[in-house]
């Protein structure tokens, strides 16, 4: 979202003008669009992606270039993302053809118990803002592992090169856009009560100017230091110190409108982290392979189970009102059964091949009136039982669940050798904690809000509680389909849960309803989780909305929905780089050499 940076590097998104040392360059155009060869990237912000290109033009592979991409991305989208939060990392390998995943995600401390987000006087849960803004939320950041781990693992280049133009950029700064401005001025408040916060976010107590340089040079200490320390420094060293020091005791400004709950982490939390090397889940989708997330993200299980509900019950190419409905259907009904199933694998016995099973798709998506909506909150069916080929749901309906953070960044990356990164990275909320490791020029994710405060409905079993040590439920959905076992398209995108529905409708637009993947990702979206109302954006044509209204749907606006990075190889061994047009701004794509 912040535009330009001043790299002394070729530029690589074209109609860009090059850079004169010591300046800050114009900002790099921004397309939405790029087709061509060599290697691809797609990302929310022109600086990010013409890293990751220059990357890759350098020889890097898509490894490289994705965490170089993400670690310029936590430079000039610091309140989604950084090496104080976590993600999920998708990787598909070309020489052994197989599709390999990385778990990052914040993990609570040892000290956390079930009851950690209620109020002890009441018994009941805080109010979500207090858990936002605190550092009990602070789960332990997985990002730097996830970064050494797939470098190491999957890439060319180490840590300290993977860091560099990132840490550039740091130095020599970007020029504030409206969007940067707006995070910051919309987190004016918050950001003001912890005093580094406000010292690196609100110069002179304002958010930047748009078309201002903001330098970040304390990240790009750190950034130098990580590289030639390594991620011990961060997780069994000195940095890790300072991380916990900080949850532990947020640094509060006086005068402070907040009380900024402590944290329970502790240095042995993390040093005892680990990124974990998951099995994807897989799905086969009218002869696509799909392959996504394991829990502890629920993204990869709930497109899943979606896409078979659709494949068993929606043929391709239905009018738009069908597949809309059908589309809305069956995240309902996914939606129910990821709620009640799905949490940390390591606590909770998730049934995952039940939920991925065709058989249960089969049972779940009978239950799809074509021409009515369902009533939500519809019940969850059950994965475990053998499929009887019946149609009816075994649960009770239970609660749906409460907000969640509209923050987080989504980057793709290809390279000339045909491995695909598809990576989901996050702070949790857009600014996380608002807490800002003094000195150190990044922010601590409140990923544990991600965890159900109580049980969503009294007397049913929930598998998002907080437990030491349990990662909370993710929606993230980082996701690549092969056809004919080579990749076709990696996609993905952040905003919370409807992360899932914004995957499942660009899949659905590009697969069965005959658009492009740029018409797929610029279509208008729609999100249905289960709750009373759907929610549509402003873009949805207005005899769509009578239309489904006329099915019983119950439409409610909002402004934005996701906002997509993806990626396609068409024939010839081209690849086409899709970013957002409009949502957020705009993002860019790139391609190493570009069609024309
Ligand atoms: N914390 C959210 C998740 O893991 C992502 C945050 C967001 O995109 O709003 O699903």
Same mark, same amino acid.
Request: charged share 20%; net charge neutral; glycine share 12%.
């Given at each position: 979202?912040?535009?330009?940076?001043?790299?002394?590097?070729?530029?690589?998104?074209?109609?860009?003008?090059?850079?004169?040392?010591?300046?800050?360059?114009?900002?790099?155009?921004?397309?939405?669009?790029?087709?061509?060869?060599?290697?691809?990237?797609?990302?929310?912000?022109?600086?990010?992606?013409?890293?990751?290109?220059?990357?890759?033009?350098?020889?890097?592979?898509?490894?490289?270039?994705?965490?170089?991409?993400?670690?310029?991305?936590?430079?000039?989208?610091?309140?989604?993302?950084?090496?104080?939060?976590?993600?999920?990392?998708?990787?598909?390998?070309?020489?052994?053809?197989?599709?390999?995943?990385?778990?990052?995600?914040?993990?609570?401390?040892?000290?956390?118990?079930?009851?950690?987000?209620?109020?002890?006087?009441?018994?009941?849960?805080?109010?979500?803002?207090?858990?936002?803004?605190?550092?009990?939320?602070?789960?332990?950041?997985?990002?730097?592992?996830?970064?050494?781990?797939?470098?190491?693992?999957?890439?060319?280049?180490?840590?300290?090169?993977?860091?560099?133009?990132?840490?550039?950029?740091?130095?020599?700064?970007?020029?504030?856009?409206?969007?940067?401005?707006?995070?910051?001025?919309?987190?004016?408040?918050?950001?003001?009560?912890?005093?580094?916060?406000?010292?690196?976010?609100?110069?002179?107590?304002?958010?930047?100017?748009?078309?201002?340089?903001?330098?970040?040079?304390?990240?790009?200490?750190?950034?130098?230091?990580?590289?030639?320390?390594?991620?011990?420094?961060?997780?069994?060293?000195?940095?890790?110190?300072? =991380?916990?020091?900080?949850?532990?005791?947020? +640094?509060? !400004? %006086?005068?402070?409108? $907040?009380?900024?709950?402590? &944290?329970?982490? #502790?240095?042995?939390?993390?040093?005892?982290?680990?990124?974990?090397?998951?099995?994807?889940?897989?799905?086969?989708?009218?002869?696509?392979?799909?392959?996504?997330?394991?829990?502890?993200?629920?993204?990869?299980?709930?497109?899943?189970?979606?896409?078979?509900?659709?494949?068993?019950?929606?043929?391709?190419?239905?009018?738009?009102?069908?597949?809309?409905?059908?589309?809305?259907?069956?995240?309902?009904?996914?939606?129910?059964?990821?709620?009640?199933?799905?949490?940390?694998?390591?606590?909770?016995?998730?049934?995952?091949?039940?939920?991925?099973?065709?058989?249960?798709?089969?049972?779940?998506?009978?239950?799809?009136?074509?021409?009515?909506?369902? =009533?939500?909150?519809?019940?969850?069916?059950? +994965?475990? !039982? %053998?499929?009887?080929? $019946?149609?009816?749901?075994? &649960?009770?309906? #239970?609660?749906?669940?409460?907000?969640?953070?509209?923050?987080?960044?989504?980057?793709?990356?290809?390279?000339?050798?045909?491995?695909?990164?598809?990576?989901?990275?996050?702070?949790?909320?857009?600014?996380?904690?608002?807490?800002?490791?003094?000195?150190?020029?990044?922010?601590?994710?409140?990923?544990?809000?991600?965890?159900?405060?109580?049980?969503?409905?009294?007397?049913?079993?929930?598998?998002?509680?907080?437990?030491?040590?349990?990662?909370?439920?993710?929606?993230?959905?980082?996701?690549?389909?092969?056809?004919?076992?080579?990749?076709?398209?990696?996609?993905?995108?952040?905003?919370?849960?409807?992360?899932?529905?914004?995957?499942?409708?660009?899949?659905?637009?590009?697969?069965?309803?005959?658009?492009?993947? %740029?018409?797929?990702?610029?279509?208008?979206?729609?999100?249905?989780?289960?709750?009373?109302?759907?929610?549509?954006?402003?873009?949805?044509?207005?005899?769509?909305?009578?239309?489904?209204?006329?099915?019983?749907?119950?439409?409610?606006?909002?402004?934005?929905?996701?906002?997509?990075?993806?990626?396609?190889?068409?024939?010839?061994?081209?690849?086409?780089?899709?970013?957002?047009?409009?949502?957020?701004?705009?993002?860019?794509?790139?391609?190493?050499?570009?069609?024309?």
């Amino acid at each position: 979202m912040a535009l330009g940076a001043a790299l002394g590097l070729a530029l690589t998104v074209p109609g860009v003008a090059s850079a004169h040392p010591g300046e800050t360059p114009p900002p790099p155009a921004k397309q939405p669009v790029a087709t061509g060869w060599g290697g691809a990237v797609s990302s929310v912000d022109p600086d990010a992606t013409r890293i990751g290109l220059d990357v890759l033009r350098r020889g890097g592979n898509a490894v490289d270039a994705a965490v170089a991409t993400a670690a310029a991305l936590g430079v000039t989208e610091p309140y989604s993302s950084g090496i104080g939060g976590g993600g999920y990392f998708v990787y598909y390998d070309a020489r052994s053809r197989t599709v390999r995943t990385l778990d990052g995600r914040e993990t609570a401390p040892a000290a956390m118990r079930e009851g950690a987000f209620l109020d002890p006087a009441t018994g009941l849960p805080i109010p979500f803002d207090q858990g936002v803004n605190s550092g009990l939320s602070v789960g332990v950041p997985g990002t730097p592992q996830t970064w050494n781990t797939a470098l190491r693992k999957w890439g060319t280049t180490d840590l300290r090169a993977a860091l560099r133009p990132a840490q550039q950029l740091a130095e020599r700064g970007f020029v504030v856009d409206a969007t940067f401005r707006d995070q910051t001025a919309a987190n004016a408040t918050r950001f003001d009560d912890i005093t580094p916060t406000a010292k690196l976010f609100l110069p002179n107590g304002q958010p930047p100017v748009v078309g201002s340089v903001f330098r970040n040079p304390d990240l790009a200490r750190t950034y130098d230091e990580l590289g030639r320390k390594g991620v011990d420094w961060f997780y069994r060293g000195g940095l890790g110190r300072e =991380v916990v020091r900080t949850a532990q005791r947020p +640094p509060v !400004a %006086p005068g402070a409108d $907040r009380v900024f709950r402590p &944290g329970l982490i #502790e240095t042995d939390d993390l040093a005892r982290y680990r990124v974990l090397d998951q099995r994807p889940t897989r799905i086969d989708y009218r002869g696509l392979d799909i392959y996504g997330m394991a829990p502890s993200s629920s993204g990869g299980s709930t497109v899943g189970e979606a896409l078979n509900i659709l494949e068993t019950t929606a043929p391709p190419r239905m009018d738009e009102v069908g597949a809309t409905h059908y589309y809305l259907e069956a995240s309902r009904l996914a939606f129910a059964d990821r709620n009640r199933y799905v949490g940390d694998p390591a606590f909770v016995d998730v049934p995952l091949r039940g939920l991925l099973a065709d058989g249960f798709a089969k049972e779940r998506g009978c239950l799809i009136d074509p021409d009515h909506a369902a =009533v939500s909150p519809v019940p969850p069916g059950d +994965p475990t !039982a %053998p499929y009887q080929r $019946r149609c009816a749901p075994s &649960g009770t309906p #239970e609660a749906t669940e409460p907000i969640e953070g509209l923050s987080t960044t989504h980057l793709v990356t290809a390279d000339r050798w045909g491995n695909v990164v598809s990576y989901t990275l996050t702070i949790e909320q857009t600014g996380g904690s608002a807490i800002t490791v003094p000195g150190r020029g990044f922010l601590l994710n409140n990923e544990l809000t991600d965890f159900n405060f109580a049980p969503l409905t009294p007397g049913v079993p929930d598998p998002n509680l907080p437990a030491p040590g349990k990662r909370p439920r993710s929606s993230m959905s980082p996701t690549i389909v092969l056809k004919d076992g080579r990749p076709f398209v990696a996609v993905g995108s952040p905003g919370g849960a409807t992360i899932i529905t914004t995957v499942l409708q660009v899949l659905n637009g590009r697969v069965d309803r005959g658009l492009t993947l %740029p018409q797929a990702v610029a279509a208008p979206r729609l999100s249905q989780r289960n709750g009373a109302a759907t929610e549509v954006e402003p873009g949805v044509p207005a005899s769509l909305r009578t239309a489904l209204e006329q099915r019983g749907h119950v439409l409610k606006a909002n402004p934005e929905i996701g906002a997509v990075a993806a990626l396609e190889f068409l024939p010839g061994g081209r690849i086409q780089a899709v970013a957002e047009p409009a949502r957020r701004g705009g993002g860019a794509a790139g391609v190493v050499r570009p069609e024309n």
